[in-house]
């Protein structure tokens, strides 16, 4: 029972160098998102996807892009990476239907920009 | 605009002390979505409780308890007879009912149980 899997669980970059954390689940949730943790704010949204085809802004987006590419998988690509992204992403996946479903989320990537 | 606030940055207590995490919100809407996750030392984000705007009724589930009061926009959550394996930062989480894909978080509160 997998739930949602993010790669890669650490990454390292250089300033201006770019990668894509990869994010796939398996409970045929529709909606999908990207977030990231830092200390003493919280998760901020970055985006999310609503469903396949769909993706959308949240309350962070500069500076990432996404890519729902099926209904299972949902990336986010930085690239030019910055000191300033340097956080933790998770993404998550829920079901949202006539009323709102919980989150399900991965386990992390912990991402530092030197 | 949406907004969580958890003002407690953190709290310490001693193994079975009781211990009550505050959640205060804002929202326009009429119906929403509030929720609490639990993050372990471990970093995984792990749901508790889901709480629809209907529903004012106290919930109980073991050791913990949650208490929504719609007059005082407030969802707060107390552990009974904590343990150390309690100890994790825990966020509240609002949705929003126009786009029930936004989800607001607050900033959490670390809770230390000390044996």
């Known amino acids: 029972n997998a739930g949602v899997t993010q790669t890669p669980k650490f990454q390292v970059l250089k300033t201006g160098q770019s990668m894509t954390l990869q994010c796939a689940q398996d409970m045929n949730h529709n909606s999908m998102y990207w977030y990231r943790q830092d200390p003493g704010m919280g998760l901020r949204l970055i985006y999310y996807s609503a469903s396949e085809g769909t993706t959308d802004k949240g309350e962070v987006p500069n500076g990432y892009n996404v890519s729902r590419l099926n209904k299972r998988e949902f990336s986010l690509r930085l690239e030019s990476a910055a000191p300033s992204q340097t956080s933790v992403y998770f993404c998550?996946?829920?079901?949202?239907?006539?009323?709102?479903?919980?989150?399900?989320f991965g386990e992390g990537s912990r991402l530092t920009v030197l | 605009a949406q907004k969580v606030t958890q003002a407690q940055t953190e709290i310490s207590v001693v193994e079975k002390e009781d211990v009550t995490l505050d959640c205060v919100y804002e929202t326009r809407d009429t119906t929403y979505y509030l929720f609490w996750y639990k993050q372990p030392p471990s970093g995984e984000l792990v749901f508790l409780i889901r709480?629809?705007?209907?529903?004012?009724q106290n919930e109980i589930s073991g050791r913990y308890s949650w208490n929504f009061q719609k007059s005082t926009s407030s969802f707060n959550f107390t552990i009974t007879a904590s343990q150390v394996v309690d100890s994790a930062v825990y966020f509240c989480a609002l949705s929003d009912t126009y786009n029930f894909n936004k989800f607001y978080f607050g900033s959490g509160t670390k809770l230390n149980v000390k044996p």
């Open positions: 709480r629809n705007s209907f529903d004012e």
């Open positions: 998550a996946s829920s079901f949202q239907g006539y009323d709102t479903g919980e989150l399900f």
